[in-house]
């Protein structure tokens, strides 16, 4: 049902800023989360980069920042590994064989994209030079939809005791805010803090 609706808004978004109704590009991101207690051990994991216990999202967004795909695992999962499912579920749902991504998830995972999927994976690195914090064209995209994301009070963790149960609550955390960008007409600088205990 999330997913429908997830769809059906985001082609509003897109039509109302005068884009092509399915995106044809993305950006992917991942986000190491702490869980609760209720999280059972099978599916929860170390983030040791991030050190953090819990669980790691994975997002596909298009350029605009929209929710296309999540999928939720253990933290414990490398970027270039967890990443799979999410660019499979994105290539089995959208039309989006351009994905762009930092450098966590070079490596063998480009060359997979492309062989599996016919889909480039587009590493956008930092530059050597770059001296404290630059935001840089396409991952802020997705970083900022985190972002958006973490503000809602029931994602500041993992609470849910099945991933799935997870990747439903942040698709309606993305329907909230696809929902109020169409009322506002624009994406907020920062969206207030919401409260989801809405069951897929």
Same mark, same amino acid.
């Given at each position: 049902m999330t997913d429908r609706i997830l769809t059906e808004l985001r082609e509003q978004v897109r039509l109302a800023h005068d884009r092509q109704p399915e995106p044809t590009a993305g950006i992917i991101d =991942?986000? =190491?989360?702490?869980?609760?207690d209720t999280v059972h051990r099978?599916?929860?994991?170390?983030? =040791? !980069?991030?050190?953090v216990n819990g669980r790691?999202?994975?997002?596909?967004?298009?350029?605009?920042?929209?929710?296309?795909?999540?999928w939720v695992l253990a933290a414990s999962w490398q970027d270039r590994d967890g990443?799979? !499912?999410a660019l499979l579920a994105t290539y089995m749902g959208t039309p989006i064989r351009h994905v762009f991504a930092d450098s966590g998830f070079a490596g063998r995972l480009v060359d997979w994209a492309r062989d599996m999927l016919r889909t480039t994976l587009e590493?956008?690195?930092?530059?050597a030079d770059q001296q404290g914090f630059v935001v840089h064209r396409r991952r802020w995209v997705v970083e900022r939809t985190l972002?958006?994301?973490?503000?809602?009070?029931r994602l500041a963790r993992d609470y849910e005791t099945q991933p799935a149960t997870s990747e439903a609550i942040i698709r309606w955390a993305a329907i909230a805010g696809m929902l109020a960008r169409?009322?506002?007409? !624009? %994406?907020?600088?920062?969206?207030?803090?919401?409260?989801?205990?809405? %069951?897929?």
């Amino acid at each position: 049902m999330t997913d429908r609706i997830l769809t059906e808004l985001r082609e509003q978004v897109r039509l109302a800023h005068d884009r092509q109704p399915e995106p044809t590009a993305g950006i992917i991101d =991942s986000q =190491s989360v702490r869980a609760a207690d209720t999280v059972h051990r099978d599916t929860r994991g170390y983030d =040791s !980069g991030k050190k953090v216990n819990g669980r790691k999202r994975f997002i596909v967004t298009d350029t605009l920042g929209l929710l296309v795909t999540v999928w939720v695992l253990a933290a414990s999962w490398q970027d270039r590994d967890g990443a799979k !499912g999410a660019l499979l579920a994105t290539y089995m749902g959208t039309p989006i064989r351009h994905v762009f991504a930092d450098s966590g998830f070079a490596g063998r995972l480009v060359d997979w994209a492309r062989d599996m999927l016919r889909t480039t994976l587009e590493i956008i690195r930092k530059p050597a030079d770059q001296q404290g914090f630059v935001v840089h064209r396409r991952r802020w995209v997705v970083e900022r939809t985190l972002a958006w994301l973490t503000t809602h009070r029931r994602l500041a963790r993992d609470y849910e005791t099945q991933p799935a149960t997870s990747e439903a609550i942040i698709r309606w955390a993305a329907i909230a805010g696809m929902l109020a960008r169409l009322t506002r007409g !624009g %994406p907020a600088t920062r969206q207030q803090r919401r409260t989801l205990n809405t %069951p897929d």
